[in-house]
């Protein structure tokens, strides 16, 4: 089954334009040069899989269009790659049930961190979000598809395999990394958890990868260049 992937964002962790910057891509009137935090929408089938929930992931869902969310796949846990996650609860409104979220040990315990009131037993107000946090140690599998974590500069992607009759035999976290790194390497630690109205787990991760890459900056600013597109990521006025 193929698997049609949108791109929701491009831009570095500031966003483009930054804040009260005067430089020449900041001030821009050319729309490729306004750019969300970077995030992708994988579509398979009727299934959709969302790679981070990035800042802007509201504006994101608005203009491309986001269904449904069936799977979260984080890559790691800063800021530009986990603040929209309150926003996926509108999902579990509709859906009626807890979204399965997949990273490394270390991702999960920065989220429960971060999002702790999704964690505790406290006042719903308008609604938490319903997460079932799932540590990924080696590959696994994500509807009928392999997943694979590849550890990346201290993160850990997804490197789609294509689907595969069974997982048997597959390599560890720890041999990919090896693989991968060669010099490096990356340790994961356990997730402890209490009863929540989100849960966490651990099981076989995946062996599908994804690698969400961003561009060197010009002139030493934190712009993306790395992204070639007859498109902006925000809506043209």
């Given amino acids: 089954m193929a698997i049609r992937v949108t791109m929701l964002g491009s831009g570095t962790s500031t966003g483009v334009p930054v804040i009260n910057c005067p430089c020449k891509v900041c001030t821009s009137d050319d729309p490729r040069n306004r750019r969300w935090r970077p995030g992708l929408k994988l579509e398979i089938g009727s299934a959709v899989v969302l790679v981070d929930t990035p800042t802007d992931l509201r504006e994101q869902a608005l203009r491309f269009g986001v269904p449904r969310v069936d799977a979260v796949l984080f890559t790691h846990a800063h800021a530009d790659h986990i603040f929209g996650l309150d926003d996926v609860r509108i999902f579990n409104f509709r859906q009626g049930r807890a979204i399965p979220c997949y990273g490394s040990d270390l991702t999960l315990q920065a989220i429960r ?125």
């Fill in 113 to 237: 961190r971060t999002f702790a009131y999704v964690f505790e037993e406290t006042q719903a107000g308008g609604g938490k979000p319903q997460l079932d946090l799932i540590g990924i140690r080696e590959p696994f599998r994500l509807l009928g598809r392999e997943i694979v974590p590849v550890p990346v500069n201290g993160h850990v992607v997804a490197r789609d395999d294509g689907p595969r009759p069974s997982s048997r035999g597959a390599p560890s976290l720890a041999a990919l990394a090896a693989r991968t790194l060669k010099s490096k390497s990356t340790t994961f630690q356990p997730v402890r958890t209490s009863g929540s109205s989100s849960r966490t787990r651990s099981e076989n991760p995946a062996r599908r990868s994804l690698s969400v890459g961003k561009g060197t900056a010009p002139s030493g600013h934190d712009h993306p260049s790395g992204v070639s597109s007859s498109t902006s990521d925000t809506p043209q006025p």
